[in-house]
């Protein structure tokens, strides 16, 4: 690593607009960043890392602007630069890899024409160059037929290889700064070590800097030289990886360590004979001639949680679609509260789709941009329960009350006024305008910070005692199975390959897939990944998932 400085910022200030008034997101911060070193910035939701992390590049979103302060890169300040110019640094000598890589990437252009725009535009390489080019650094980040893969649209490939395929594009004009947004936050455990390791040996071949920014203090462990911790735009604590992690200085910093402190009481088991409000019945279904479940039963009964685990195409979500009607299985059955409901939603009366509704993983696209806050929930109140004027208005306040988001505050709002925690309750609150018996949660905390996922883990976990409601809960995340499961079903390209109540589950002897999971999941320790990966390649036992 050089010693030489290749970002430098200097009492960052940055004000977002509200009203006529602007108030301070950043609030005087310095940053430095050699060439080929990797900086961690981590904090909780609103802590203004992503702020931070755009204002490398020297831009700011919408309703932002850069109050004061400078920002170096490679001697230019570009707070004081053009547009022009910071346009021509962007993507070129400066990358970005942004979280939800299925929001950021163009659905109607094939992934090798958006990898390839980049170079061609910057002068970098020709279009043919370019798209050999593409090929190299598939194989260099393990997605699967390098020279194929390409062609496809990015509907047609998982999370996990898309997420890949925007780092790449990130890659390709080789720039000196990277900054990494949340890179893997909505991968399943084993896929994240995968694109851990592939963005890690990518970031070493070519020398390149970065910021990753991550609410998973585990993961920046294995990704960062040194980590800075963030709170309502303030540095709180810096320090080399190693040292932040052993000896955090700052009650704050201690604070973060310690999360994921919940854990839902336990509960009592059903009776042998009570029927269950879902089950699936050795459900299969085929995505066109392709067959994606392979003779699945589970059952999920009232107050209960059912999380089920599984890389991506383990087929989770499909399940849960299969459940909802919007795939008809080819084969088997699917019971609410002992009675077979029509195969396709379109066959079912409004009261069977009302008793189950959905919670998404990603609130920022779950929620329409146009309209308020109360719109959105007043929808269903008013579809599923037919009332309207005052009795509509009193019970989207309540629906609000009930996630503890003040009515007058927020019911006028608009979601980009909302942060992601707040944005995810809104889904929540959405979901329970229904008044239904059974909720699926589909990795409905994956792209939240650890403080506020617990938050919405204990509010789950309320609304689930007050109402007496039953989850489905997919995840890759295992420590979320620890806080909030009764049982846990785990699958494998379609099948299910373990399933029992979650104290069973996390003790051995374990099927070697779960194994693999439990293995899969990131310690607190800088080691952890280069073990892990030398370890699997001299074929060793992988343990198992740490105490809680």
Excluded at 375 to 392: C, H, M, N, T
Excluded at 446 to 472: F, H, K, N, P, T
Aim: charged fraction near 25%.
């Amino acid at each position: 690593m050089s010693d030489d400085i290749l970002l430098r910022m200097r009492n960052i200030r940055i004000d977002g607009k509200t009203g006529d008034d602007w108030l301070p997101i950043i609030k005087g911060v310095d940053l430095d960043l050699k060439r080929g070193e990797v900086l961690g910035l981590i904090g909780e939701s609103g802590a203004g890392k992503s702020t931070m992390g755009l204002a490398a590049m020297g831009y700011v979103r919408d309703g932002c602007r850069i109050a004061g302060g400078s920002i170096e890169f490679e001697g230019t300040d570009l707070a004081q630069s053009s547009v022009a110019y910071c346009r021509k640094l962007r993507g070129k000598k400066i990358a970005y890899v942004a979280q939800s890589a299925a929001a950021s990437f163009n659905p109607a252009h094939r992934l090798i024409e958006q990898y390839s725009e980049a170079p061609v535009i910057h002068g970098v390489m020709n279009r043919n160059e370019a798209d050999s080019d593409a090929a190299d650094i598939y194989r260099r980040l393990q997605l699967p037929n390098p020279d194929e893969i390409g062609f496809r649209y990015p509907h047609q490939v998982s999370g996990g290889q898309l997420q890949r395929a925007m780092t790449a594009m990130a890659m390709s004009c080789r720039p000196d700064l990277i900054i990494f947004d949340e890179p893997t936050t909505a991968l399943d455990v084993t896929t994240q070590i995968e694109v851990l390791a592939a963005i890690r040996d990518a970031v070493d071949q070519f020398g390149t800097a970065a910021i990753y920014i991550t609410h998973d203090l585990a993961v920046v462990a294995q990704m960062a030289d040194k980590i800075m911790v963030l709170r309502y735009g303030e540095l709180v604590e810096e320090a080399d990886t190693r040292t932040m992690l052993s000896a955090p200085t700052q009650a704050y910093t201690k604070s973060l360590w310690a999360v994921r402190s919940f854990k839902s009481a336990a509960k009592v088991a059903p009776a042998p004979d009570a029927t269950p409000v879902v089950s699936l019945r050795n459900v299969s279904a085929s995505y066109g001639p392709v067959p994606v479940l392979h003779g699945v039963s589970f059952d999920i009964h009232k107050g209960r949680t059912v999380a089920v685990v599984g890389e991506s195409g383990s087929g989770k979500s499909t399940a849960a679609r299969c459940i909802t009607g919007l795939l008809p299985p080819t084969e088997g059955e699917v019971l609410f509260n002992g009675q077979a409901l029509p195969p396709s939603f379109k066959k079912r009366n409004k009261d069977q789709l009302r008793q189950a509704q959905m919670i998404y993983q990603m609130a920022d696209t779950a929620l329409n941009p146009k309209q308020r806050i109360r719109d959105i929930i007043s929808r269903p109140v008013e579809f599923y329960l037919g009332l309207s004027g005052k009795a509509k208005r009193e019970r989207v306040d309540a629906l609000l009350d009930m996630i503890e988001m003040d009515p007058k505050v927020f019911g006028h709002r608009y979601p980009q006024e909302l942060s992601g925690g707040q944005k995810q309750r809104i889904g929540i609150a959405r979901a329970l305008a229904a008044e239904p018996e059974f909720i699926i949660c589909d990795e409905v905390t994956s792209a939240l910070d650890q403080l506020v996922a617990e938050g919405i883990l204990r509010l789950l976990d309320r609304l689930q005692s007050e109402l007496g409601l039953a989850y489905m809960f997919i995840t890759h995340d295992l420590a979320t199975v620890r806080s909030i499961a009764d049982e846990v079903v785990v699958m494998q390209h379609g099948k299910v390959v373990e399933q029992g109540p979650k104290e069973e589950m996390f003790r051995p002897p374990h099927h070697p897939y779960t194994d693999l999971l439990l293995s899969s999941v990131p310690e607190m320790d800088p080691d952890w990944l280069t073990g892990l990966l030398a370890a699997r390649e001299r074929g060793d036992v992988v343990g198992e998932l740490p105490p809680a």
